[in-house]
């Protein structure tokens, strides 16, 4: 054997050569469950890190003779909550909201509506309207690559007044409308209240008439019924923002002062009655005027409103005729009059309503009312409307509340399962058929004990257990049991229903 012409590289080889003749077992490393994120070091990168172990020394370049793997990873866990405000739906959780939202549409293809959708993502200046408005300062807003301000939509309503502006002429009024979207604000979060959630909104445009309101409040109505709500357990406080333009009227107050006067209003039970009339001070109104509006803002009666008021307004008369519908839809007894009810957007015209929990515990489970106006402002034509808004996250609290909550198990109809594993494809057109006839299958993909199977069948809550076996398929047959009797019965797969 000729001699090695460099003896150093020799001795290096040596230690791999020793190391080549005994077999090394592999390492099993555990992978995290986690969602992980890798960082790949390059060649270069590592070889730096490795001459400065070796004190810095890189004398010739020797020392790289024998480098490690080119590619190594790092492993960096990341949160794997979701974004504060917000929530995953596993399948236990989709199968309430799915409850839920089919009692929405059901609702409301029962009262004529037709469902619509929007964009999740709006244009900014669609949610931007007069100053003070709470919703302006928690809006999810950025600007996008094309350089446009752009925000996560906070409600439906503006993108449905878009959505008709564009659709103009080609519209035939009144319009019945429903949708069920996901919306986004940046909120101090509390009980039912997120910073997204799914929202119901039903809208009528094109009747001016209150007989429109009504319908609205008939519909929630019909809503809570259907999922055991009942009057004892919500009721609706309702109002009109023409009493509070009346009141302002008296005192000269400016019409532009209206929508913030609004605004501060609608906090009048979530801070301090202090608070409430320095704010209103600080709009221009006099001390007179404050302790007026106040006085009537804690009126119940809708009598007693009459009384000071007169009634020759078109507050009284709304109202009145508002409760007189009531009693022909029957729900007069989930209606009560509360003057202090404004709502807090700046678009709302007439008769407002807040769906709420008669104990007290919650926050307002739905609000509506009308806004005559809002097109325009947006550079359309006007067109009377009114419409609610009803989210998803306080009504289910509401439910846990009233021990309401459906049991909402996973159910299939059969599982098919091949108990050989030459007879998988046998299977397979088994469930195939059975699909095809509109029957849930959940097919087994793998081979599985029976005893695996049965579980199985009692987790899903499977109606039949139907098995595929050599013996049986054979004859061109297959075993089908009955899991709620235990009966067992052999049957042509041409015959299987």
Not at 31 to 55: E, T, Y
Not at 115 to 135: C, H, M, N, Q, T
Not at 354 to 373: M, N, S
Not at 387 to 401: N, P, S
């Amino acid at each position: 054997m000729p001699p090695l012409l460099n003896p150093r590289l020799s001795s290096s080889l040596k230690p791999l050569l020793l190391l080549s003749q005994f077999p090394i077992a592999p390492r099993n490393f555990q992978i995290p469950r986690q969602l992980v994120s890798v960082k790949r070091r390059s060649f270069s990168s590592l070889a730096s890190v490795q001459s400065s172990d070796n004190g810095g020394r890189s004398g010739g370049g020797r020392s790289g003779a024998l480098s490690p793997s080119p590619v190594a990873e790092e492993v960096q866990r990341i949160d794997v909550n979701p974004p504060k405000g917000t929530r995953d739906f596993p399948p236990e959780d989709m199968r309430l909201r799915n409850w839920l939202f089919n009692h929405f549409r059901e609702v409301s293809r029962l009262f004529g509506f037709e469902e619509v959708d929007y964009p999740v993502l709006e244009s900014e200046a669609l949610f931007i309207r007069k100053a003070g408005e709470e919703i302006r300062d928690q809006l999810y807003c950025f600007e996008d690559r094309g350089n446009r301000r752009v925000a996560l939509r906070p409600e439906l309503t503006p993108s449905l007044a878009r959505l008709v502006i564009q659709k103009g002429k080609s519209l035939s009024f009144p319009l019945k409308w429903f949708a069920i979207g996901q919306c986004w604000r940046y909120e101090r979060m509390t009980r039912g209240r997120r910073r997204e959630h799914y929202q119901w909104n039903m809208d009528v445009l094109g009747v001016p008439e209150v007989t429109a309101e009504a319908e609205l409040i008939a519909s929630i109505v019909a809503f809570f019924k259907r999922i055991g709500i009942t009057e004892s357990d919500v009721g609706f406080k309702v109002s009109s923002r023409k009493v509070l333009q009346e009141v302002l009227r008296c005192y000269s107050v400016p019409e532009n002062l209206f929508g913030k006067v609004c605004i501060i209003i609608d906090k009048i039970e979530k801070i301090p009655i202090d608070e409430i009339k320095r704010e209103l001070n600080a709009t221009g109104l006099s001390e007179e005027a404050i302790e007026e509006l106040l006085q009537v803002l804690s009126i119940k009666s809708l009598t007693k409103l009459e009384e000071i008021l007169g009634g020759a307004g078109e507050a009284i008369a709304d109202l009145k005729q508002l409760f007189s519908l009531a009693e022909k839809f029957g729900y007069s007894e989930w209606i009560q009059f509360d003057a202090s009810i404004v709502r807090g957007l700046a678009y709302y015209t007439g008769i407002v309503f807040e769906g709420f929990d008669r104990k007290g515990k919650l926050r307002a489970i739905c609000g509506g009312g009308r806004y005559d106006r809002l097109l325009s402002t947006f550079g359309g034509d006007d067109v009377p409307a009114c419409g609610f808004g009803f989210g998803d996250a306080v009504i289910v609290e509401l439910l846990k509340e009233k021990g309401l909550v459906p049991e909402l198990s996973l159910e299939v109809e059969n599982i098919v399962c091949a108990l050989d594993h030459d007879l998988q494809g046998v299977a397979a057109t088994v469930a195939t058929k059975l699909r095809e006839k509109g029957q849930s299958v959940d097919l087994v993909l793998e081979s599985k004990p029976l005893k695996w199977v049965f579980k199985r069948a009692a987790r899903t809550n499977a109606q039949r257990l139907i098995l595929v076996g050599n013996t049986e398929w054979q004859k061109g047959m297959v075993v089908v049991k009955v899991l709620s009797s235990g009966e067992q019965y052999e049957i042509k797969l041409d015959e299987l229903e």
